[in-house]
C-alpha cells in the first residue's frame, strides 16, 4: 500500500484525545496564568517596588533602574514557585521569527551545590551572541555584539512545557551602536511619536485631561490546518510552507460550505487546547471559526495595546505550531498554501486611544467629538494616501505576492473603504461643510459648519486593504506569517506626519474656530480623496481607474521595495526617530534578501521534487501503460500523452534550473530579485503546470504526493 493510503487510514481511526481540563474555569482559574501580572507583581513585590513598576508599564514614568534587582529577585521567586529553572530574552529579531537563548538560574555555591541567581542585570539586560542575525550590514563582524533590553510594558510570561519551564522576559534588541535590530524598537518609537502628534490635536480640541496617546491592535489571524501524516510527506509543505504542486481538487472553496460551518471534532480539540494555552498566557483569545477555503480557519483576540498585541501574536503563531502535532495536525501559516482556493491574511484593526480611555476613532455623539474625529480622520486618510507606497512595502513579502491581488484578497493597491454614509460626510466636508444632513437642535457648540455623522457608520467591504469598521481601521492586507511591527511601525508613522502637518496648520487656528477648522479638512480630504475607495478592489475596472488616479500599484515585492529607499522614506522616519537613515537602508536590504532567498529555496525544492518524485511516478506509469498499450489503441493514447508531459517535465526542470543559475549570476541583490520575478517564478509556474497534469493522469496508486483533495478534505 502507498505511504499515502497508509496516512488516510490512519486518519480514519483517528481518536480525539483530551489535552486540557475544561472544567478549569478558564477566567478564575486559568487567566493569565503563566504571566507576571498585576496581581503577582503585587504578591511578589515590595510595596513601594511595585507602585513604581506599575507607573513604568503605564508609561508615566521611565524605568529606573535601582529598583531592577529587587523586580528581578520578585520575578524569580515566582518563575521558581512555577517550576522554572530557565530564563530567556525573547525578542524578535529581523529574520521574521522570535529568538530565545535559554540560561538557567543555577550558578555553582563553590561548595560543589549550587544555588539560584538571577540578578537586575539578568533581567533588564542580555548579550546574545548573535552575530547570524540579519543586521542588513549593520552590525559589521567587528563590532558583532548585540543587546537585549527589557521591554517593560510587554508582560514577563512563562513557557510551560512538558519537561519543564522556562521564564520568557520580551525585550528590545539593539547594535553594541545602539541601532535598532529587531522589529521592536521602531514599534515603539512609531508609537511615540503618533502619540505626540495626536496629543497636539487633542489640545487644539481644549483636551486637558488626556497625558498619552497610543494605538491598539487586534490581529484576525488566519491559518490552515492539514494532516501532519499527509503533510510529512509533502517536502514543500515542510521546507516552504506552501504546495509548489498539486493538480485542483474536484471539490474547492465554490459552495462555500466551509466559511463558518460546523467545527470538525479534531479542529475544534485543538482550537480548545490553543484557546486555554493563551489564556494561561494571558493572551485574550476571543473568536474561533472556520474560514472560507477547506482546512482554513481563524482566531481572532480581543485588542490590546500595539507592542503587547503585536509580541502576542508571535506567541499566538508560535503556540499553534506547538500544538498542531499534539493532534496530530500541521499548522500552516502561508499566505497562499494551496494554488487555487483562499489564502490566508491578518486583519490588523488598529485604532488610537487616550491614557483616559477614549478611542480616537469613534465618531461620539454630539457634534464637538465629532469634528475631532473627522480631524484625526482626514490625517488618516492623508497618511495613506501620501505614504500608500511605503505600506505596500511593509507587507511585501515573497508569500504575500502569491496573495494580494489574487481574487480573494485586497489588491496591491492601497485604498481606503469608509462605507456610503462616511464618504457622503467627507464629500461634504470636502465642499466646504454641513450640507444636507444639517438637522435643527443638533448642530450647537458653534460646530454648524460641519456636517452630522450618522449613528452607525459600519458597511462593510471584503475587497478593501484599509477598510473603516465603525470605530477602527481594518488593515487586511498583511500577510497571515508575518510579525504585525513593522506594518504598524509603518501605519503609525505615516499617520503621525499626518496629524503632525494637521497641528501645524491649526496652530494658526484658534481654538473653537470650527470655520477655521472645516476649511483645513476640506483641503485635506480634496487633496488626498484619491485614496478613497468604495467599489470592488478585485475588479478590473478599479486597476484602471486606480492608474488613472495615479495610485501606487506594486504588484511584486521587488516592485513594492524601492519604495523604502527614497528619501522621502528617509526623511519621514528620520523626523519622527523612528529610523535613521541607516536603520532604514538594513531593513530594506533585508527585505529584499529575503525575497531572494525564499524564491530560490522554493526552486530548489521544486527541481528536486520534480526530478526525485514526480520524474519517477511517470517513468513507473509509462512502464505499466507499456504493458498494456499494444492491447489497447486508447492505451497507446494515454501512453503517448504521459511520455510527452514526461518530455515537456524534464524539459521544463532544465530550463528552472537555467533560470535560476542565470539568476544567482546577477550583479545585485536588487537584480537578482528581478530575475525571480522576470523569469524563475514563471520557469517554476511552467513546471509546475506540467506536473499538475500529469497528477490527472499518472495511476493514483503511484502518485507520490498527497493530493490537495486529501490534504484539504482529509482530517
Ligand atoms: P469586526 O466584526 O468589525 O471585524 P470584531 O468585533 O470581530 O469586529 O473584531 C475584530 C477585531 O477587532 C478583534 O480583535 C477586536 O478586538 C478588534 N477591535 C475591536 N475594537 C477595536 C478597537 N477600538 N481598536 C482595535 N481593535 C479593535
Ligand atoms: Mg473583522
Redesign the pocket.
Known sequence: MSARKTAIQSIASHKVAPTQNYLEHAGADIYGQYVFGESVQREYLPKPIFRRLRRTIDGLEPFDTVIADAVAHGVKEWAMAHGATHYTHWFVPMTGSTAEKHDSFLSPDGEGKTIAEFSGKNLMQGEPDASSFPSGGIRATFEARGYTAWDVTSPIFLQVEPNGVTLTIPTAYVSFTGEALDHKIPLLRSQEALGKQALRILRWFDNTTSSRVFT?????QEYFLVDRRLAEQRPDLLLTGRTLFGAPSPKGQELEDQYFGPIRERILAFMMDLDRELWRLGIPS??RHNEVAPGQFEM????EPTSVGSDHNMVVMSTMRRLAPRHGLMLLLHEKPFAGINGSGK?N???M?TDDGE?L??PGNNPHDNAQFLAILAGVIRGVNVHADLLRAAIADAGNDHRLGANEAPPAIMSIFMGSQLEDVLAQLEAGGASASKKGGEIELGVTSLPVLPMDA?DRNRTSPFAF????F?FRAVGSSAPIYWPQTVLNTAVADSLSSLADDLDGVAHGDFAGLTSILSGIIRDHKQVLFEGNGYSEEWHAEAARRGLPNNKTTPDALPALSTPKAAELFARFGVLTERELAARAEINWERYVKVSNIEASAAIDIAKTLILPAAVKYLGELAVAAGASRGIAAVSAKVASLADNLVDAIHALEHAQHEAHGSDSVHAEAHAFVDSVIPAQAALRAVADELETLVSDELWPLPKYRELLFQY
Open positions: 491598539n491592535i487586534g490581529p484576525e476571543k473568536t481572532a483576540p480581543v485588542y486583519h484593526n488598529w485604532s486611544a478611542n476613532l469613534d459600519t469598521t465603525g470605530n477602527k481594518e
